[in-house]
């Protein structure tokens, strides 16, 4: 709710907004227009709605079931895998016209960040990786004099290592070790994810992609400068507000 509303204050309205107005005029902008917006959807794109949130189900599903099925498949194999097969399937029963595809915003949107995953994503990996040791070390050191301060080494660890499972992976077994409460760091837990913090994660060029006002393009928040990016402030104040809660909600089921 915190984030939704910090959200909600940032920019203009696009009636508002210059440079909204400016692709406007030069037809950047995908606008429906009244009589498209009215259009009734059509059975085949229900099915295809269909389609989709059952490969969502199958997914989930092998991986809840997963120690009672015996498959040894991870779930980004799971994804792809059902994902390509969700994706036949719905050409073959919903009539998907396969040249409009790549003409779609999210495909596009898609491509963009394939793009960063492989090129920026991937280098920064690369360099982080070569010195999670180092990574280790510090946060470790920071817990030992500091272990109220757990939810700021997951924070920043975080922002480094672009995951949440690895920064959990790699803090969670210290704080344990140096006694740190169970329930702090259940409160803190929330704060691994701060993986937007810079404007290179992959979800983050995705959504940048797909939006095509350009509400986001004047300096403020074009990520000019690595960090002022749209997600930046809604995602700090809403740890923030975050960590807090998480300490309340702890205490209650601990």
Request: glycine share 6%; net charge positive; aromatic share 10%.
């Amino acid at each position: 709710m915190v984030t939704a509303i910090i959200s909600s204050m940032q920019g203009v309205d696009l009636d508002k907004a210059p440079i909204f107005q400016k692709r406007l005029k030069e037809g950047l902008v995908s606008m429906k227009t009244k009589k498209e917006a009215e259009k009734p959807t059509t059975c085949k794109a229900k099915v295809s709605v269909a389609i989709f949130l059952l490969a969502v189900v199958f997914i989930v599903a092998l991986l809840l079931f997963k120690p009672y099925i015996g498959h040894t498949l991870g779930s980004r194999d799971i994804i792809i895998i059902s994902m390509l097969m969700a994706g036949l399937v719905m050409y073959w029963f919903c009539d998907i016209s396969l040249d409009r595809i790549k003409n779609t915003p999210i495909f596009g949107g898609g491509m963009e960040s394939l793009v960063v995953v492989l090129g920026i994503v991937w280098m920064s990996s690369t360099i982080i990786g070569a010195h999670i040791p180092e990574i280790k070390t510090q946060a470790t050191a920071l817990l030992e004099q500091y272990p109220a301060l757990l939810a700021v080494a997951f924070f920043c660890v975080s922002a480094l290592l672009f995951s949440q499972g690895a920064t959990a992976a790699l803090l969670v077994p210290v704080a344990a070790s140096l006694g740190v409460d169970v329930s702090t760091i259940l409160a803190s837990f929330v704060a691994c994810s701060a993986l937007y913090i810079t404007n290179i994660y992959p979800t983050t060029a995705f959504a940048i992609a797909c939006e095509d006002t350009g509400s986001f393009m004047d300096r403020k928040w074009n990520g000019s400068w690595v960090i002022n990016h749209p997600f930046f402030l809604p995602g700090i104040v809403g740890l923030v507000a975050a960590v807090p809660f998480g300490f309340l909600i702890s205490k209650m089921v601990l």
